[in-house]
DNA sequence: TCCCGGTTTATTCTCAGACAATATCCGGGG
DNA sequence: CCCCGGATATTGTCTGAGAATAAACCGGGA
């Protein structure tokens, strides 16, 4: 077994990956696999993991990196380790489920239906109270970041990655207007059911629905400053992006808002998504 | 230096510390105090910490246990490591505020006041919707775990660490009816915030206003499935919470909800944090 | 002067092996 | 039957060495 140190270390199947732009380490890489096996459900709540010797020894990396790995699972709320116990997979309340790589892992596959339906239940109960704040509270930086990012959107296509990239920055920017730490670091699940819409949207042929207008609406109501203008555009803005996404008008918080006298959009057929 | 050996392993002024009932690891209390020290702002983001060698040594730790908090701390967006670049503090923007360490480390010292009003901005936009969704949505179960936190509320005092717990337990069971798990993994957030609420409310004397009406109105709501009164009388639980906290009506969102007629409590005079 | 490419170097990353601490489990005693 | 203490399996901590990484530096050429 000890002719391993001949080996180049790296013996994971995986790649490395990246996050942030930057490459990601060992440890990252197998906290990343395994994180993605239990939020997947393939490693089920409650099981043990194998001890740390046979682990390290299955994966190929020694046990200081697995190790590492079992840390920034544990900080996620992941897994739960005690001596002569074991490691453990916590019971999914226990998941911190709004953590950007939490998210990401959840979403590097076919995401849940029901999940990335709880995500837009989220953007319709946050972001027209974020949007709302915003327009109170927005610097003159703050709506320009936003201007910029539509911009982009309005010349590239949403289809092209710089164009979903840039509607996340808008969200970015408004959250992060809103003058809450708390609001802003719910972005990465908010820009996941927004990366998700254009996904499932380019899947789904009958509708290319120009998203602008709705963005715009938003825009105009935060640069003016009118509170009431911009929670209710952005209300219509998340409820034709789950639209758009499942065909689906969102059932919990329908009664949230006075229905729109003459709002009422050309419904589509439902779409039933694949897994 | 290699006398280090004859020492005891645990070389930290700080105490260990427990976390969910737990005692914390060496790992654990490094990460622990370093995050404190970094939210608490007595480590400037952008700045490099020592490296793995010199903060291992002044701490009189291992590398190893070191390396392990430093996982830890940059798993919750914290710090963010590169070889030859070192150990840098992130910003801001960048923590994952609603992670239940690191909110308990922010509230672990006296809370900065805006941070504070931060969370109940959160709660006034979170709570309510949650309370409708649950009302809609709550099990027998989840009705029960709220009957019997009320009841331990009510037979309890919220002085005591019992009844506060209570009270969390009301706040969380609400959150879980809810059904959406991302809204439930709010709850270390709102929980600070409940807290914290007691904490102010006890060092002020002049109201000892009774919470259990306000929370009994939102039961009864969930319970019959009232969505609209769920809502509404949360959002009255949360803005008389604040109230009782700081002592001011939320500036951000009070055009959300109509005001109330009769509303108007007797106004406090303003209570100042200090710091 | 400025730019390009290779070299240096500081720092984290990974490895290996040993011993310590911890909490369950089980057996023995009361 | 209950209580208690030891056996034991597992994670926790320590040490020391070498590899990988990427910024910074330097030299040469345009």
Chains 1, 2 share one sequence.
């Not at 995986?14 to 997947?40: C, F």
């Not at 840390?71 to 999914?92: D, F, Q």
């Not at 207008?213 to 929670?231: C, F």
Request: with cysteine; hydrophobic share 40%; glycine share 8%.
């Amino acid at each position: 077994m000890s002719d391993q140190r001949s080996k180049p270390a790296r013996a994971l199947k995986t790649p490395r990956g990246i996050k942030g732009g930057r490459a990601l380490r060992l440890h990252g890489t197998i906290a990343r696999d395994i994180g993605v096996l239990i939020v997947s459900g393939r490693i089920a709540p409650g099981r043990v993991l194998d001890g740390e010797i046979e682990a390290s020894e299955r994966l190929e990396v020694s046990r200081t990196a697995y190790r590492e790995a079992v840390r920034i699972l544990a900080a996620k709320g992941l897994i739960e380790s005690r001596p002569k116990i074991g490691t453990r997979v916590s019971e999914p309340r226990h998941w911190h489920l709004l953590d950007p790589d939490v998210i990401s892992w959840i979403f590097s596959g076919t995401p849940d239906e029901r999940l990335l339906s709880g995500l837009f239940e989220l953007r319709t109960v946050v972001e027209p109270a974020a949007a709302a704040l915003a327009a109170q509270r927005r610097t003159a930086e703050q709506l320009q970041v936003m201007r910029q990012a539509l911009d982009t959107m309005a010349a590239t296509s949403l289809a092209v990655d710089e164009g979903q990239q840039a509607d996340c920055e808008f969200h970015t920017a408004l959250l992060e207007a809103s003058g809450n730490p708390f609001l802003a670091s719910l972005i990465s699940g908010i820009a996941a059911a927004v990366t998700w819409t254009t996904i499932f949207k380019q899947r789904k042929r009958p509708l290319p629905r120009d998203p602008m207008p709705d963005h715009e609406r938003v825009y105009d109501a935060v640069a003016s400053r009118d509170v009431t203008a911009a929670r209710e555009s952005m209300a219509e803005l998340v409820r034709l992006a789950l639209l758009d996404t499942t065909g689906k008008t969102p059932v919990g918080l329908r009664a949230a808002r006075r229905a729109k006298p003459g709002g009422g959009r050309p419904r589509t057929a439902h779409y039933r998504m694949n897994r």
